[in-house]
Every structure is written in structure tokens, then in C-alpha cells.
């Protein structure tokens, strides 16, 4: 018989799109009080609406829309920590896009990046999780575009902004585009990683890898293609944010038992569980798990595995680490 997972377990979470985040209750009330119409996102009982991953980037465009001022991501983020801290989620790495905020120059960003900051020291004071952010730029929105948000990533690196990633349509541009945003984040000291694998075959992965020398790559899923590169990523510590509810809810893999992060965990691949954007796919950490339980006999010592290698390729400072760890390891 399968062993029931602890609901609060607590979950270090690396793969979390802030925006992708956020509540629908809460857009379509910002969207009332800035005067934007964004009616046809939600379907008729109020979740968002997509079908194709195209969809869903358009969906999420417009979900963005009302977001306008740092008080609105303030707001936000308060919002999507209180949720995540009710997932026993301990610790989080959040994707920041400063393409959302304001105009996306280093002035705004510096701006929203500080009310953002802000809501994480709230939400850690009332509940205990520990946010740190990402900055991410969006990759079909272009080279140049995404050579700026590394410049706002590089010019706010600490203690709060600990890393640079890519997301969006990893089918938009050639690698080479980006290798420069990926230097210039390097240079400045933060942790690297991309979106692949996901929406292309495992060839992106391994050009993630080349080009742009990321520690960590985002789904990462369909390396399972090509067994010389699994034996790679297992060979070198390559850790992969794998999000299984986002992967079926956008129609990558028919069902759980279909998805391969058992097989790349077999294989020595160090795995990691995150939910991406979780009000989109309507689910959580929880029940992530127990779905994972279901499909393939993880149990809670599985859990509890992959929770300790997250939080050992988590982008925070050693110290932070070593108290998520021991958080990690008191007993249930
Ligand atoms: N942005 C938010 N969610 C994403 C996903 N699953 N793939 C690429 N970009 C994203
Ligand atoms: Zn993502």
C-alpha cells in the first residue's frame, strides 16, 4: 500500500513564476481597481483560460496587465507567499520579469524589485518562508530586451536577488542570442538557469549547458530523449526544476504515470519538485506529492530526498542554506 505523505511536509520550492503565480481573484480585482479589461482570461468559473502553451503566454501577458505599480507587486507577492507558505513550502526561489515591471528600464525595476524585497521580510516575519528572487528574462521577447533584464539582475545581485534565468518560448532566437545576458549575470555573481527541454528536445538542454553554462535548468524534462545526455546530467550534478502538473496541464505528457522524472531520478538525474504557476494548472505542492506517491511509490523519505538536493542547488548564501536544511530535517 502506497504510505501517505505528510501534508506538511515541509518543501523547498526552486521553480516559481511570480506572476504565473498570482490568484485569479486577486487579478481580476486589480484589474477592476486599474480599469483593465481583461474578462476574456477567465472562463466561466474564474480560472484562467488557455489551451496551447501559445495560449498560456498570451493568457499570461495579459494576466500582467493590471499589474502596474511596485505596490501592486507588493501586494502580489504577499499574496503568493501566503499561498506557498500554506503549501509548507519553506523556502522559495521566485522568477522576477522586470519586462512586467514598469518599462522594464533599471529606474522601475530597482523600484518594483524593492517592494518585492519588501513583501518577502513581511511574509517571512508572519510565516517563516524564506523567498529569494530570480530575475528572468523572457526569451521571445528578444536578445536586447533580455540583455537589459540582465543588466537590472546584475545591478540588484545580494542578498535577496541571488540568480538570473530565462524563460518563455525556448523555440524564439538561437542560443548565441543570449549568451551575452548569461555572461554578464555570471560576472555579477549570481546562479544561473533556463528554461529547455520543455517545449524542444534534448538538444536545447545540452545547449543550454554549452552556451550559456547554467547549473540548473528549468523542466529539463525531455533530456529523457537522448540517454548519452541523462547519463550526462547525472554524471554532473545538473539539477533539473521539474513542475509535473505544469508539464501535463499543458499537454507534454498524457498522465503522471507517462511523465519521466521517475525515470531520470532512477537514472541519477537530481531532481527537483516545483508547481511553476500554480493557479494556471490549479495545483500545489501537496498535491504534486501525492500524485508522485500514487504514480510511482515515492515515499516520504523520497520527498525528503529531493527536498534536501533542492536546497543544495538553491542560489542563496551557505548560511541560509544550512538553516533550511536543518529546518529540512527536524521531525515531522
Ligand atoms: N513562463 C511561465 N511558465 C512558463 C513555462 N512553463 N514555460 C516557459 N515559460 C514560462
Ligand atoms: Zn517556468
New binding site residues.
Partial sequence: MRERIDPDLPKVELHL?LE?AAPPAFIRSLAREHHVDIDGVFDAAGHYRFGSFAEF?RV?DAVCLPLRQPRDFHRLARAVLEARADDAVIYTEVFLSPDFCGGGDLASWRDHCAAIAEAAAEAQADSGIVMRGIVTAIRHRGPEAARQVARCAAETAGDFIVGFGL????NAGSARDFTWAFDCAREAGLGLTA?AG??AGAESVRTALDAWRVSRI??GVRAIEDPSLVEYLAEHDIVLEV?PG?NLA?GLFPSMPHHPVARLRDAGVRVTLST??PPFFRTSLRSEYDALAQAFGWTEADFRAINADATRAAFCDAATRDRILTRLEAPA
Avoid: K
Avoid at 167 to 170: I, L, P, R, S
Fill in positions: 513564476h504565473g503566454l499570461y524563460a518563455g518560448d525556448e528554461h520543455e517545449w528549468g523542466h513542475c505544469s499543458l511553476d504557476d
